[in-house]
């Protein structure tokens, strides 16, 4: 079975630059989460989908970071402009279901190491 | 009060010897428990489920005290494999939370 598929696996930027980040769930999994991972410190959570509905987004720094996902398959997750506490992994996972309708396991990808200068 | 919380570490455990690490929660109403390992610069991965009768894989035990709020993780027999971060992860109001992790480093 393929895994969660992410791109690219390393970006680096000047900060107030764009970027972007793309991830491809496993087939079939509902629920789609976008990480942010700090050196350091454990994943947290910046949006949830639900198919292509958001379910939780209330991390996501609004002001600069956006996340679609179209069809309710592939997602992308931007961020506009960069600032440099946005240096990072990036993190995408994907579950069958979500943690509220009897949770199954979240698999991840490989993530997008992000270095803002 | 962070969420989910755990001691960082690191435990520098020798080779065979055996570690246990706690991990709290604030949410009372929070439903399910998981340990995932997460090796350096990789992803997490499901290392194992919590159950409120307790588990067993192999040489590692979860335990859920739902009274004290904490899930505990027990590795017998440790290897240098064993190396890692493990996260402890809580489901609560349809999210899934991560706390920030524990680092165990086997020595031989």
């Known amino acids: 079975e393929a895994g969660v598929a992410q791109s690219p696996r390393y970006k680096i930027i000047e900060k107030r630059q764009s970027v972007a980040f793309w991830c491809n769930p496993i087939?079939?999994?509902?629920?789609l989460y976008w990480y942010q991972q700090i050196l350091g410190q454990g994943p947290k959570l910046l949006i949830q989908f639900q198919n292509n509905g958001v379910v939780d987004d209330s991390q996501l720094p609004k002001d600069r970071f956006s996340a679609e996902r179209l069809k309710g398959v592939d997602s992308t997750l931007k961020i506009q402009p960069a600032k440099l506490e946005d240096s990072a992994v990036y993190l995408c996972?994907?579950?069958?279901?979500?943690?509220?309708?009897?949770?199954?396991?979240?698999?991840f990808g490989q993530g997008t190491r992000l270095t803002v200068v | 009060r962070k969420e989910v919380e755990q001691d960082p570490g690191p435990f520098n455990v020798p080779e065979g010897a055996t570690v246990a690490f706690n991990c709290t929660y604030s949410?009372?109403?929070?439903?399910?428990f998981f340990w995932y390992r997460q090796d350096c610069r990789k992803e997490p991965k499901l290392l194992m489920s919590?159950?409120?009768s307790g588990n067993e894989d192999g040489r590692f035990t979860a335990q859920l005290n739902r009274a004290s709020q904490y899930i505990s993780l027990l590795i017998r027999d440790s290897k240098l494999s064993d190396s890692a971060t493990y996260l402890c992860?809580?489901?609560?109001?349809?999210?899934?939370?991560f706390g920030a992790g524990t680092q165990v480093v086997v020595t031989p």
């Open positions: 919590v159950y409120s």
């Open positions: 992860v809580v489901t609560s109001w349809g999210k899934l939370q």
């Open positions: 087939s079939g999994h509902a629920t």
């Open positions: 996972a994907s579950s069958l279901e979500g943690p509220g309708q009897g949770y199954t396991e979240a698999f």
């Open positions: 949410n009372s109403a929070s439903q399910s």
